[in-house]
C-alpha cells in the first residue's frame, strides 16, 4: 500500500486482507455482517484457522473487487500534505511525468491485485477533469488513441486523491 501514499506495517496490511477475505466469505455464504470478533482473527467458522490465513502475506493475492473495497476504505482517511505528491512519485510520476496504463499496471502487480488491463485503464480514465474524460472517451471510442497514450498529470491525481477522501 506504500506505492498508493499509506504506510502501512505488515500486520496493519495482514489486518486490512484478512478483512477483504471475511467480507468475501461472508457475502458468498450469504452472512453479511456476521464477521469475527477481532479484525485480526483470521479463523474458519468451526473455530480453525483457515486455509487462506497459513498462506505468507507477500503470497496472496487480491481480486479487483477486495482491491478496491481495501483501497476506498484507506482513501476515506484523510490525506496528509506532500502524501499525495509521493504516492504519484511511487507510481512514477512527477510533477512534469504524467503517469499512464503501464504505471498503474506495475503497482497493481506489486501489489499482488489480479486486475485486468480493462480495470486499469478505467482506473486511469477515472482521474481525469470531467471535461477531459469526455474528450478523451469520445478519442478513443474513435480509435484516435489508444488507451496507453491517456495520461494522468500530477494535478489530475492530487484532485482524485482529495476528491475521494472528502
Known amino acids: 500500500f ?30 453479511e455482517g456476521q464477521h469475527a470478533a477481532h479484525p485480526g482473527d483470521q479463523t474458519a467458522r468451526d473455530g480453525e484457522p483457515s486455509p487462506r490465513s497459513r498462506v505468507p502475506l507477500q503470497e496472496k493475492t487480491l481480486d479487483f473487487n477486495a482491491f478496491l473495497s481495501i483501497i476506498s ?33 506495475a503497482v497493481a502487480e506489486e501489489l499482488g491485485a489480479k486486475l485486468t488491463r480493462e480495470e486499469i485503464e478505467e482506473m486511469v480514465l477515472q482521474a481525469l477533469p470531467p471535461d477531459q474524460l469526455r474528450d478523451t472517451v469520445e478519442k478513443l471510442r474513435r480509435n484516435k488513441i489508444s488507451p496507453e497514450a491517456v495520461r494522468v498529470t500530477q494535478e489530475d491525481f492530487e484532485r482524485l486523491m482529495r476528491r475521494r477522501s472528502e
Open 73 to 105: 476504505k484507506k482513501m476515506e482517511e484523510p490525506i496528509p500534505r506532500g502524501e499525495v505528491e509521493s504516492a504519484f512519485r511511487l507510481f512514477g510520476g512527477t510533477r512534469d511525468r504524467p503517469i499512464g496504463v503501464a504505471n498503474v499496471a
Open 2 to 31: 506504500r506505492v498508493l501514499g499509506f504506510e502501512e506495517r505488515k500486520d496493519e496490511i495482514a489486518k486490512l486482507v484478512a478483512e477483504s477475505e471475511r467480507e468475501q466469505s461472508d457475502d458468498s455464504q450469504g452472512h
